[in-house]
């Protein structure tokens, strides 16, 4: 067969015996990468004359693109919101540990903090490709401090900040800069949130609901200016009223702007929310559940004492607790986990648990023209899973950086 020279210099590595997940199905198909992007066969045979250069059995394995974490707030005794000498290589440390649970790409989150913290820390992270060395960093989630006293949940009440005049300015000065931020989170039923939500969205930053006592007007408010993701839903906001469902109510809403969809964040550990809870959140819109580990610097570590911010935490367990109380905050589940816990929890389709952990992410960002799928040209980051959705290999533009050993440690 003529070679495949003549377009590209890169080996063609093709996937065989494996089901992928494309166009919301497992398909019976092989999968084509070459220089780190899905490629199209029928163009590499018919346009091009080419084959591949090397072929992998993957065993009947599931092929889903890489998971995509947009609410963790460290792990493995890393915590994001520590202003430290060494934040870099803490960074380090949680996206290479993130890999063997199948998150190719994530936001690393700070809770609330006081500026000092903001403007230490957020220079030091920068938007990065995934590779060998860890995941890919998509921007920095900021959550807080411009949140409700009510709903504060583990934010110190301390660091709070309410907007005042010249609100964005206000912002602008707590976080010190804004170049490396993805997402923010704030509570829409502050006065002046609105003038803030269309300058944060203006840039391309996703402004997320949370922490809030907002009632339902002032949560389609937020939407109206470019709102478009909900904060670890149910925690942290007024429980559902049936003459106000408050927050959310944006899950069934029919005052959302024309071809917007508002997504919303879950932590599907069976801790921060029942079991049930999760199931009426899914079937009343399933194409805007993403999953989120909001994991915290005890992810990965024994139970005991650690760190989230400015607070002292206690695991017990799965529980996560500020010390001496009975406050939630964070968790230590891995994002392999939720999507488990997902799928068992609502009896959805294998292929919607993945998704909720792959494309609804993406699509938040606004990134799916190259992540959070298996489309052609798309970055080939992806995972091998087995049957009951455990890791068994990473891969971040085509290369393998992650595999389960043979002793299934």
Not at 109 to 114: A, F, G, N
Not at 126 to 135: K, L, M, P, T
Request: hydrophobic share 40%; charged share 20%.
């Amino acid at each position: 067969m003529p070679s495949n020279k003549s377009v590209s210099d890169a080996p063609i590595v093709q996937f065989t015996n494996c089901r992928i997940l494309r166009d919301h199905q497992l398909q019976r198909e092989d999968l084509w990468v070459r220089e780190g992007k899905i490629l199209n066969p029928e163009k590499l045979f018919f346009d091009e004359k080419g084959s591949s250069d090397v072929q992998l059995d993957c065993k009947d394995s599931i092929i889903t693109p890489g998971f995509i974490d947009v609410q963790i707030n460290g792990g493995f005794g890393v915590d994001f919101s520590l202003a430290t000498d060494d934040f870099k290589s803490g960074i380090d440390l949680v996206s290479q540990k993130i890999l063997s649970h199948g998150v190719t790409s994530f936001c690393p989150t700070l809770v609330t903090s006081p500026p000092s913290v903001y403007h230490q820390v957020l220079p030091q992270i920068s938007v990065r490709n995934g590779g060998a060395h860890g995941a890919g960093i998509l921007g920095a989630h900021l959550e807080g401090p411009f949140i409700s006293k009510e709903k504060k949940g583990a934010h110190p009440e301390h660091c709070l900040r309410t907007f005042e005049t010249g609100a964005f300015q206000d912002l602008l000065a707590t976080y010190g800069s804004l170049d490396c931020v993805r997402i923010v989170t704030l509570a829409p039923e502050m006065r002046r949130s609105s003038e803030v939500i269309q300058e944060l969205t203006k840039r391309g930053i996703c402004v997320s609901l949370g922490h809030s006592v907002a009632n339902l007007s002032q949560a389609e408010e937020a939407v109206q200016h470019g709102a478009t993701f909900i904060t670890h839903l149910f925690n942290a906001m007024l429980p559902f009223h049936h003459r106000d469902p408050g927050i959310v109510g944006l899950l069934t809403s029919d005052k959302i702007p024309a071809g917007r969809r508002v997504f919303y964040g879950m932590i599907s550990d069976g801790i921060h929310t029942n079991p049930a809870a999760l199931r009426i959140a899914h079937r009343a819109h399933p194409k805007g559940l993403v999953l989120v580990t909001d994991a915290i610097a005890g992810m990965g570590l024994a139970p005991g004492r650690h760190t989230l911010g400015q607070q002292v935490v206690e695991i017990d367990g799965l529980n996560t607790y500020i010390a001496g109380t009975k406050t939630l905050s964070g968790s230590v589940a891995t994002m392999d986990t939720c999507v488990r816990h997902f799928q068992e929890a609502t009896g959805c389709s294998v292929e919607t648990a993945l998704e909720a952990a792959s494309l609804h992410p993406a699509q938040l960002l606004g990134i799916e023209h190259k992540k959070g799928t298996l489309n052609y040209d798309s970055d080939a980051d992806f995972l091998m899973l087995n049957d009951s959705l455990y890791v068994q290999a990473t891969y971040i533009a085509g290369e393998e950086v992650w595999q389960q050993d043979a002793s299934g440690m």
